[in-house]
């Protein structure tokens, strides 16, 4: 036998044996953590109950909104329903005081909002907590391999998706979780991120459900009848 025949089989037979272990491709599934945690119980069970422990202060910076919005009335002088900057640089040149007001309701305003903000942070912050085992129970019932985030991927099937699954474990361990946080606590910057992404996944679920309400519905065109 040749020496390149020799290199040639040996090349043959190192594929051979090396297919089984290629053939074993790990299960690849997604995962969105933002998603996943909004959608918890506890999650919105306590969002719920922040609302009626602090109805009083929602309804003081609803109030405060609304003479914000009124003073805000007073600098628009091209009734254009903007205050832009030449009419705040006129208003500061005037001494109006509008702008006293206004800073006055936007103090009073972000102190109204803290006791809620903070047990929103708290609950959310020890989700999150959580958050990690839940991911690896489903990851280890599954049998997944490789887990990424769906803005990683350029396809995948709904099938692979595990948000769903994480959120039934987190409901299962961790069916609630406390408002009330402790004297002095501060949320970890990650968490302030986390609910910051989780508003804006609302604010855009929301323009969507009213750009499909305002949208006509489109008939459905009858299938023909297989014969």
Known sequence: MKFSARILAALVLSSALSAPAMAQVAT??????IIAIARAKAFQ??????????????DQIDQKMTQRQSVLLLLDKNKDKQVDDNELKAAKAAKSPAL???????????????PALTAQLFALESLMQRYDAAQTKVITDKRIGVLVRPDAVIYQSPTADITDAITAELDRSAP??????????????ATVS???????????AAMRRAQGAATPTQPQQQQPQGR
Do not use: H
């Open 28 to 33: 690849i599934a997604t995962a969105n953590p």
């Open 176 to 189: 609630s979780v406390s408002t009330t946080a402790p004297a002095n606590w501060q949320p970890r910057q």
């Open 100 to 114: 006293k007001q206004l800073d006055t309701l936007e103090a009073d305003i972000q102190r109204l909002q803290v």
């Open 45 to 58: 069970a306590a969002n719920q109950q922040i609302e009626t422990t602090y109805k009083s202060s929602f």
């Open 194 to 204: 986390l609910l910051q992404q989780i508003n804006q996944l609302s604010q855009i």
